[in-house]
């Protein structure tokens, strides 16, 4: 430094340096104060530790702070949360979450095949008869008990067991 340094200089300098540290300081603790080591579906909550995803927890909760924990999908299907889907509807778990489904036979009013909780069951039988009016070939009653679709045959036949849909003669025995 050549000039004369007045004292106001001096205070303006070591501001700034103060300044320019604490700077750095806040940009290292930025990228040093999170946990490298987060597992799977977790993001960093600090050095020590990380959160997991919604629909993911751990040995130890919704924290994770060891570095051999892992964050899990909750099966939402099952206990202790066991997600209501109400009545003909069968719960499906997937990773991170869970959706509804209506049973086999049974059809959403909408035509929309997944719907989130009991509230929104609208659930009916389908009514397979009516939908495909030849899924019971000739000779072949269709009746539509609840849920599944039966074909009956008129007397003297029965169903082909190999081609439940198909009526034959009943044999000799
Ligand atoms: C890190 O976050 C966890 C969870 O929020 C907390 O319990 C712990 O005290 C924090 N540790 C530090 C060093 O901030
Ligand atoms: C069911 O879903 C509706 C709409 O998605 C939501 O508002 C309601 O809180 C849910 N109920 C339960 C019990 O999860």
């Excluded at 977790?42 to 060891?66: D, I, K, L, M, Y």
Aim: one cysteine or more; hydrophobic letters at 25%; aromatic letters at 4%.
């Amino acid at each position: 430094m050549g000039g004369p340094c007045l004292s106001i200089q001096h205070a303006l300098c070591v501001l700034l340096t103060l300044l320019e540290d604490g700077l750095q300081n806040t940009r290292a603790s930025a990228t040093m104060g999170c946990a490298s080591w987060c597992p799977p579906h977790s993001t960093c909550v600090n050095t020590t530790a990380c959160r997991c995803h919604p629909g993911f927890t751990s040995s130890s909760g919704e924290v994770v702070t060891s570095i051999v924990d892992t964050c899990d999908d909750i099966n939402e299907c099952k206990p202790p949360l066991m997600m209501s889907c109400g009545k003909f509807a069968e719960c499906q778990n997937t990773e991170g979450s869970y959706h509804c489904t209506c049973s086999p036979g049974y059809e959403l009013i909408s035509g929309a095949t997944k719907f989130s909780n009991e509230s929104e069951n609208t659930c009916q039988d389908m009514d397979e008869c009516q939908q495909n009016p030849v899924i019971c070939k000739s000779r072949r009653i269709c009746v539509n008990p609840q849920g599944s679709n039966t074909c009956k045959c008129p007397p003297g036949f029965e169903l082909n067991p190999k081609y439940p849909k198909v009526c034959q003669g009943r044999g000799p025995g």
